[in-house]
T-cell receptor, first 116, second 113 residues
């Protein structure tokens, strides 16, 4: 049945510490994954992506790790800043090579709060 | 390069009415996807258009429809609005279809009374 409201997992970290946000996915056919950041009143902002032929990818202050064996994805943010406070979503694109489409399935999100 | 733009940003409609939302993708992007975001269901895929053709459709009733124009701009339409259609409607554009980076617009906040 429908839920009244999604209960977002929350993560609070001290400014300057590293943050790790986790995501589990269920479709073993998923081939492409994206992390998004969404601030209040804004649309999701692309952070970093990774394809299933990789297990790690690094960006500026961010690293995404993919463990296909246990269908787990994580986003690591180094030296977390107050501006990193937001809701973070992982999204999977199921078998885009087969479907030829861009439909993303989003997780429920994690609310990151950075304590100054 | 300008980002994805959506108009209008806010909209209030009455049950039973219909509404049309507009999305202009990033210049050069040919794929436009639409998503609905609600507190209860989170972010859900509505449909994707690429080269004026619907590529894929999510699990939404036929009241939700869309189209894409030759300049890649897209519109989505919701007919016979219901209270449950109140949501943030997000548009995302991508260079190509088939698993590529999608960039989102700010969304249109639709309230149905």
């Amino acid at each position: 049945g429908e839920s009244v409201g999604l209960h977002l997992p929350t993560l609070s970290v001290q400014e300057g510490d590293n943050s790790i946000i986790n995501c589990a996915y269920s479709n073993s056919a998923s081939d492409y994954f994206i992390w998004y950041k969404q601030e209040s009143g804004k649309g999701p902002q692309f952070i970093i992506d990774i394809r299933s032929n990789m297990d790690k990818r690094q960006g500026q202050r961010v690293t995404v790790l993919l463990n296909k064996t246990v269908k787990h994805l994580s986003l690591q943010i180094a030296a977390t800043q107050p501006g990193d406070s937001a809701v973070y979503f992982c999204a999977e694109n199921s078998a885009p090579i087969l479907t030829g489409a861009n439909n993303l399935f989003f997780g429920t999100g994690t609310r990151l709060t950075v304590i100054p | 390069k300008a980002g994805v733009t959506q108009t209008p940003r806010y909209l209030i409609k009455t049950r039973g009415q219909q509404v049309t939302l507009s999305c202009s993708p990033i210049s050069g992007h040919r794929s436009v996807s639409w998503y609905q975001q609600t507190p209860g269901q989170g972010l859900q895929f509505l449909f994707e258009y690429f080269s004026e053709t619907q590529r894929n459709k999510g699990n939404f009733p036929g009241r939700f429809s869309g189209r894409q124009f030759s300049n890649s701009r897209s519109e989505m339409n919701v007919s016979t609005l219901e209270l449950g259609d109140s949501a943030l409607y997000l548009c995302a554009s991508s260079l190509k279809t088939g698993g590529y980076e999608q960039y989102f617009g700010p969304g249109t906040r639709l309230t149905v009374t």
